[in-house]
């Protein structure tokens, strides 16, 4: 998976309780993506990165923040989970950006 | 509009044939092209990319590009079992990466 961890690979959570994913690259790759995927709905893009301390929103940032403090690690925080947040969540990393590489993904459950 | 619209199927071939995917993009300030190939429970994997116009082949498989018409496909030759997965076309323009909801391919043996 092109040196990309995510963490953890499954969690079960609370509604209303703060969930905060991780996504470790190895490769040094400037843009670092957070999607999440759902069925019907694709992969949508929640927030990007372009380098350390510069991100972006996506199509469907609200209820979610993020912070890259390092260049090889990038933070996805549910402030609050809900229901809706239910996903498996992707990590991508590309250099240019050329292609974007995934890594193994998150399955959260929010119950 | 969505940015990238494929669609979804089911697609089915038989083994050894030709399978054709294709694709649309809504904006024409895009700059580059790509298809991923996603079986059940995994994740996205790179397997062809294009930025010009025309074909570019490797190996079975070969993608090809019309920015005029905004089109982008993907041909498998001598499908395989192996094949049978959700095929994601994506395009890239501004830094980040539109994808559409995949299509869903099975080769039959």
């Known amino acids: 998976d092109a040196g990309i961890t995510q963490s953890p690979r499954h969690k079960v959570t609370e509604t209303g309780t703060p969930v905060t994913l991780r996504c470790h690259q190895t490769?040094?790759?400037?843009?670092m993506y957070w999607y999440r995927q759902d069925p019907g709905h694709g992969l949508r893009l929640i927030h990007y990165?372009?380098?350390?301390?510069?991100?972006d929103k996506g199509e469907v940032s609200d209820g979610y923040s993020v912070s890259r403090s390092k260049t090889e690690d990038f933070l996805l925080t549910l402030e609050s989970a809900t229901s809706s947040q239910t996903s498996v969540y992707f990590c991508?990393?590309?250099?240019?950006?050329?292609?974007?590489?995934f890594g193994q993904g998150t399955r959260l459950t929010v119950v | 509009q969505k940015e990238v619209e494929q669609n979804s199927g089911p697609l089915s071939v038989p083994e050894g044939a030709i399978a054709s995917l294709n694709c649309t993009y809504s904006?024409?300030?895009?700059?580059?092209f790509f298809w991923y190939r996603q079986y059940s429970g995994k994740s996205p994997e790179l397997i062809m990319f294009?930025?010009?116009?025309g074909d570019k082949e490797d190996g079975r498989f070969t993608a090809q590009l019309n920015k005029a018409s905004q089109y982008v496909s993907l041909l498998i030759r001598d499908s395989q079992p192996s094949d049978s997965a959700t095929y994601l076309c994506?395009?890239?323009?501004?830094?980040?990466?539109?994808f559409g909801t995949g299509t869903s391919l099975t080769v039959i043996p």
């Open positions: 991508a990393i590309s250099a240019d950006p050329t292609e974007a590489f």
């Open positions: 490769e040094n790759h400037r843009y």
């Open positions: 990165s372009y380098g350390v301390k510069d991100t």
């Open positions: 904006d024409r300030g895009s700059q580059s």
């Open positions: 294009i930025y010009s116009n």
């Open positions: 994506a395009v890239c323009r501004g830094g980040q990466f539109y």
